[in-house]
């Protein structure tokens, strides 16, 4: 069952824009992380924001976390076309111990 | 240079006919895991395992067989009583089984014709 849902599932903009992405789950969180993936690649590990944090930065990403609405935002501030990938949270229902993916956002910056 | 290959990068097999996936990580990583991503939604989880000759069903395990013979190796075979078998299939481990950062490989697609 999805934990995760990523929204909006597409999204595009302009380079120099800022993007941002939602998530929201339905259990308890020990952390939250987000992942980026290429088209066609593996997933390369962006931040992780535990359950005890509001907002973490990490260069231009800003990640926040609201655990009273189960919900997250990753924000990329600047945007440049190698941006353009899929972006996925992840999160573990309490007490597993194993991460549960959503369906992630396609993001698309055009030059 | 440290990290997770998977081989092929591609493959393609026949209905009926058992295949495996080669998953190699030189992280010193205690924790492997199998995905499978399907079009269009996330990553699903088929087999996991925390250490050398355990591992655990996931939540797809259903046609699908793993080993841990050693700890930088967790083959994955897809065998043909997996219903849908074409898909990519992304391998990753972690320094232990915990719900930290996980390392991915760069996935295997199989296709079965």
């Known amino acids: 069952s999805q934990q995760g849902e990523e929204d909006p599932q597409a999204l595009s903009i302009q380079e120099g824009e800022n993007a941002t992405m939602n998530c929201s789950y339905k259990?308890?969180?020990?952390?939250l992380q987000w992942y980026r993936q290429n088209s066609g690649r593996g997933l390369v590990h962006l931040i992780l924001i535990r359950s005890n944090e509001r907002e973490k930065h990490s260069g231009r990403l800003r990640v926040t976390l609201d655990t009273s609405k189960k919900s997250s935002s990753l924000l990329i501030t600047a945007s440049r076309a190698a941006d353009t990938a899929s972006y996925f949270c992840?999160?573990?229902?309490?007490?597993?111990?194993?991460?549960?993916f959503g369906a992630g956002t396609r993001l698309a910056v055009h030059p | 240079d440290g990290g997770i290959t998977q081989s092929p990068k591609y493959l393609f097999r026949k209905e009926g006919q058992n295949v495996t996936l080669s998953c190699e990580q030189n992280?010193?990583?205690?924790?492997m895991y199998w995905y499978r991503q399907d079009p269009g939604q996330g990553l699903r989880l088929i087999y996991y395992s925390q250490i050398v000759n355990d591992f655990q069903k996931g939540d797809i395990a259903e046609g699908y067989s793993v080993s841990r013979e050693k700890k930088e190796s967790f083959p994955l075979t897809v065998t043909s009583a997996q219903k849908n078998p074409t898909a990519f299939y992304l391998c990753?481990?972690?320094?232990?089984?915990?719900?930290?950062?996980?390392?991915f490989g760069p996935g295997t697609r199989l296709t079965v014709t």
């Open positions: 992280l010193n990583h205690d924790a």
């Open positions: 259990t308890s969180i020990n952390n």
């Open positions: 992840a999160t573990n229902p309490g007490g597993y111990n194993k991460l549960i």
């Open positions: 990753a481990s972690s320094p232990r089984l915990s719900t930290d950062e996980q390392y």
